[in-house]
């Protein structure tokens, strides 16, 4: 027994001490030359816990734009292939971490901090001393892979791997992008420490201005501020809303970033609303000339007017019929009739009979006109002269039935033509012990009453009311009477004994 288990060991100890060697010298020989090494020994190696250390979120590779070599800078972990033209041979070239590349029968040459045009002619000297009147060429073939930190106001603040040359929005965006408390526009691009760019995205996201949105190298740290001061752009621009505000930005700098003026907009009446410390408003008009030079300051509201509020155009406003609702601007004498192919169209579950056009009159009360549109449309010959400010209002057909009063369970119950009062009372649980459903008042959804009873037929929209039977009341009428004749003859009893 003491042999089988020693033998076991042996075998167990033999297979560990055989298959990591062999693990690792497989993992160096079968390595692509050109894939990048990783830049640090992974933690879990080092007898720490990787998921207890914040690791970089690696972005994807891809470019926005092919490297320029005369402004891409070098540096450890950039992969080069050169190619020599008369032999056809190819050597593939690897930034140490000491910032050189090691060439064959040539020694070291300098790269980091070199521009790939710079370290062109760096190896063409070199390699002057070694290959004589010999062609090539030398290609970046994969960056190197460096980390940006970005931190602040971002949502996952820390470290981003990044392949060269990648720009600043990729690492914000990596990084979870700004928070609702983080600045846009005064973006810092830090090196040891110091501020050495502000940058504004939002300029880069809504003008396009390809330099608010650089390239990003090492040793940079990418910093997100608080918000500071901001305004409101509010009225006919196109992204009205709140606006971080930048010094020494005047109105038309506002407009701008909300998306400029709409083609409603009223550009000869722009207002400015600005708050003074002692919350005093005062209010500035002017046109778009005199925006261009208004300063703008925190707490400000810029309101652009729509053009179409002002005296001298007429309009109608329609509410409902599924159409075109809104403003709609109207002809000098246009009646009812040649208005309406311009709703589009009418849907026939809007309730086309029962309209009405709301009508504000001279001494400020409102008076309401009902029309028949159905009819209207068919060319009835009655029509309404239309004004300006009228609301044409086409209520939508109700495909239900509300039940009310004295039921089990009131509400509202799904419309079926042709069934009577009684079957929908019995679909809201039947009347309650004081109920009655011979007892019923119907109204329509203008309050147009009728009395009705179980057989009564019930219409679109319009509710049950079911009351009380005529014993219940006349028993609560009894027994308040008994009731006040007991109160009447206690105050009599003590005012006798008083007495």
């Known amino acids: 027994m003491l042999i089988r288990v020693v033998s076991s060991m042996m075998i167990l100890v033999m297979i560990l001490t055989s298959v990591a060697p062999a693990q690792g010298l497989t993992t160096r020989r079968s390595r692509d030359p ?27 590779r891809g470019f926005d734009a092919p490297v320029d070599p005369k402004t891409y800078v070098i540096g450890p972990g950039d992969q080069f292939l050169m190619f020599f033209k008369s032999t056809g041979q190819e050597i593939p070239l690897r930034v140490l971490p000491e910032g050189t590349v090691l060439v064959p029968n040539a020694g070291l040459v300098r790269a980091a901090g070199l521009t790939i045009e710079a370290f062109r002619a760096e190896l063409a000297r070199t390699l002057s001393s070694f290959y004589r009147k010999s062609e090539f060429f030398c290609e970046l073939v994969i960056p190197r892979e460096f980390v940006v930190y970005v931190l602040g106001e971002v949502t996952r603040p820390g470290p981003v791997a990044m392949l060269p040359p990648f720009r600043l929005d990729t690492a914000i965006t ?9 600045s846009e526009r005064s973006v810092e691009i830090r090196k040891q420490g110091e501020p050495v760019r502000t940058v504004d995205q939002v300029k880069f996201h809504r003008l396009g201005d390809v330099t608010m949105n650089p390239m990003l190298h090492e040793g940079q740290i990418v910093f997100v501020p608080s918000r500071g001061l901001a ?39 722009i207002v400015l ?12 008009k002017m046109d778009a000339e005199a925006a261009r ?13 729509d053009k179409r509020s002002f005296p001298g155009i007429d309009y109608v406003r329609v509410q409902g ?68 400010g009228d ?65 009564s037929v019930v219409y679109r929209g319009e509710t049950i009311l079911v009351k009380r039977r005529t014993g219940v009341i006349l028993g609560n009428l009894f027994f308040g009477f008994v009731s006040l004749t007991s109160l009447f003859l206690s105050v009599y009893a003590v005012i006798q004994t008083s007495d």
């Open 34 to 60: 050109f894939k990048p090494v990783p830049s640090s020994t992974p933690m879990s190696n080092m007898g720490v816990d990787s998921t207890a250390v914040a690791q970089p979120r690696v972005i994807p």
């Open 174 to 182: 990596a990084a979870g992008g700004i928070t609702d408390n983080g």
């Open 231 to 269: 305004c409101d752009v509010v009225g006919e621009v196109w992204r009205p809303g709140t606006y971080e505000l930048l010094a020494d930005e005047t109105v038309m700098d506002l407009v701008a970033l909300a998306g400029g003026f709409t083609t409603n907009a009223e550009q000869g009446e």
């Open 273 to 284: 609303e600005q708050l003074s410390q002692d919350e005093q408003v005062t209010i500035f």
């Open 293 to 305: 030079t208004t300063p703008v300051t925190d707490r400000d509201v810029i309101v652009v007017p």
């Open 321 to 388: 019929g599924g159409g075109r609702d809104g403003r709609i601007y109207l002809q000098e004498g246009e009646t009812l009739q040649s208005f309406l192919p311009r709703f589009i169209r009418l849907r026939n579950d809007f309730d086309l009979p029962h309209a009405r056009i709301e009508r504000k009159t001279g001494d400020g009360t409102f008076e309401f006109i009902p029309v028949d549109l159905s009819k209207v449309l068919e060319g009835d010959s009655v029509d309404v002269k239309l004004q300006t």
């Open 391 to 455: 609301v044409i209002n086409i209520p939508k057909l109700e495909d239900v039935v509300f039940v009310a009063g004295e039921v089990v369970e009131p509400g509202d119950i799904d419309f079926q033509r042709g069934l009577p009062a009684g079957r929908y009372i019995a679909m809201a649980g039947g009347p309650s012990e004081r109920g009655s459903i011979d007892k019923l008042q119907i109204f329509d959804s203008y309050g147009n009453r009728r009395d009705a009873n179980r057989d």
